[in-house]
């Protein structure tokens, strides 16, 4: 990565968000990556974020997202990652796995967000293909993510939604997030 890891690296261990993160090679990639982009992420947040979206731009991955999922695939990750959380797991069985990609497509579905209902199997086979996740045995259909950090860092979007909901005075988020997440020592 030349002049521009070094630098990366460099800044990376002066700054106190970002230092631990350099010892995990998946956040090295992804900062020597936005090094040469010129985007570099001083969280953890950011350097996932930058990491996911890079990955998501490439061509094969980008028009099988949007082709098949309508760009909609964050919404059912999302849904995929709480579930694993909730069960305390980093791995779903394949029924419950294609149970929460069906969920998750029917409130789009309601949502207006797409307009037909796609096979969940379907749709996993296009996010263990395009995205982060995997087919975690051999035969047995089960899916995990690729790194427990993406499976955290999806799982954090419905929380961060439900803090949103529950300042804007939703009482159902409110309890949620009291009783579901933060009460929970999993979350």
Same mark, same amino acid.
């Given at each position: 990565?030349?002049?521009?890891?070094?630098?990366?690296?460099?800044?990376?261990?002066?700054?106190?968000?970002?230092?631990?993160?350099?010892?995990?090679?998946?956040?090295? *990639?992804?900062?020597?990556?936005?090094?040469?982009?010129?985007? +570099?992420?001083?969280?953890?947040?950011?350097?996932?974020?930058?990491?996911?979206?890079?990955?998501?731009?490439?061509?094969?991955?980008?028009?099988?997202?949007?082709?098949?999922?309508?760009?909609?695939?964050?919404? +059912?990750?999302?849904?995929?990652?709480?579930? /694993?959380?909730?069960?305390?797991?980093?791995?779903?069985?394949?029924?419950?796995?294609?149970?929460?990609?069906?969920?998750?497509?029917?409130?789009?579905?309601?949502?207006?967000?797409?307009?037909?209902?796609?096979?969940?199997?379907?749709? +996993?086979?296009?996010?263990?293909?395009?995205?982060?996740?995997?087919?975690?045995?051999?035969?047995?259909?089960?899916?995990?993510? *690729?790194?427990?950090?993406?499976?955290?860092?999806?799982?954090?979007?419905?929380?961060?939604?439900? /803090?949103?909901?529950?300042?804007?005075?939703?009482?159902?988020?409110?309890?949620?997030?009291?009783?579901?997440?933060?009460?929970?020592?999993?979350?």
């Amino acid at each position: 990565y030349g002049d521009a890891g070094e630098k990366a690296v460099d800044d990376a261990r002066r700054d106190h968000g970002v230092r631990e993160l350099i010892a995990t090679p998946l956040y090295l *990639q992804s900062l020597l990556s936005g090094a040469l982009s010129g985007t +570099i992420g001083t969280t953890k947040e950011e350097v996932l974020r930058l990491f996911v979206e890079r990955h998501e731009r490439a061509p094969d991955h980008a028009e099988a997202l949007r082709s098949s999922l309508l760009g909609r695939h964050a919404e +059912i990750l999302t849904a995929l990652a709480v579930q /694993m959380t909730e069960a305390g797991a980093t791995t779903l069985g394949d029924t419950e796995a294609r149970a929460t990609v069906s969920a998750s497509v029917d409130l789009l579905r309601q949502q207006g967000q797409i307009a037909s209902t796609p096979e969940p199997g379907a749709v +996993i086979d296009v996010l263990t293909s395009h995205h982060t996740l995997l087919r975690a045995g051999a035969g047995n259909g089960a899916v995990s993510f *690729q790194h427990q950090q993406f499976q955290e860092w999806y799982a954090s979007h419905e929380v961060s939604e439900l /803090m949103r909901r529950s300042e804007g005075g939703d009482a159902a988020a409110r309890q949620r997030l009291r009783e579901d997440v933060f009460d929970k020592p999993v979350w």
